[in-house]
């Protein structure tokens, strides 16, 4: 397939061996391209062709992820940029400006047309509005990329601008279960936009915000006494010409998620009043409609 140059510019934490020091691994790589591939719909005998599989019969991946050239500096960054030091939660993360290639390859023969266009939807739909690493729902591992030569037919170039960044995300994401939206403000930085996103509802010190997460059947995600929920709401920061603007994505699977349109609605009223600098921004977006 392709080779894309990926750089982040918000921190990656992205765990190891040790939690001391951070690898860029491509098995959280496939895994980040296989949520997308279900979250755009794919059904689950054209997943197990190219994912590969063991129920009902093992069945080796045709996708190879393969990872080169990392380049960056490792540092103790704040999980939670939003509070105050001493409550910041800090860990050992790739730095903003950390680099590497990664190798997207095909195997055991020509793949069928509509598996490789299946798989391609997927690589761009990350590449636009996907992250990385631990906090990536709250725009952590959030990066710019562009292909690497020699480029083939199938190489993805990133927008020029933000118009054309949003075409290209209305357009991969038709039909798909999930709902797009290009937040309004500008940033000049991108630690200021996940200072932003990070700064939400139902933290450790926020019992109210808990409370009325928790009857909109959490759509921040959760976690504690023995639960996991996913944040339904992803956010990515997007930087295009030393501009930087925040994309919000909401997973409308509700048999995945356990999330109804009314619970999107609810979180976005709720964020509009207790957290304005996020808030008004998705109450002024396609997502509140």
Known sequence: MSTYRLEFITPLFSRGTYDDRPEVRPPSMRGQLHW???????????????FGGVHGGAIAS???VRVASVVGTVGSVNTLPHKPPGRASPKTAFQPGTRFDLHLLTRLGPMERRLESALNRAVEAWLLLG????RSTRAAGSFRWEPV?????DSLRPPKDFAAYESRCSKVLEKAPLRFALLS?????????RRVVSDTLGGRDDNQGQG??????????????GERKTSPLR????????????AATWDARTDITGNRPSDLAGLIRLLDKRKP????QLAASSLAL
Not at 212 to 225: A, E, F, M, T, V
Not at 277 to 280: H, T
């Open 36 to 50: 997308w591939f279900r979250a755009l719909g794919g059904n689950a005998i054209e997943e197990k062709a190219i």
């Open 235 to 246: 956010f990515r920061i997007v930087g295009i010409g030393g501009e930087f603007r925040i």
């Open 62 to 64: 045709r996708l190879v």
């Open 185 to 193: 403000q500008s940033y000049s930085a991108p630690e200021q936009a």
């Open 212 to 225: 009325d997460l928790s009857q909109l059947n959490d759509p921040l995600g959760k976690i504690g006494r």
């Open 277 to 280: 600098a996020l808030g008004s």
């Open 149 to 153: 030569p020699p480029m083939g037919e």
């Open 131 to 134: 992250t990385m690493g631990l």
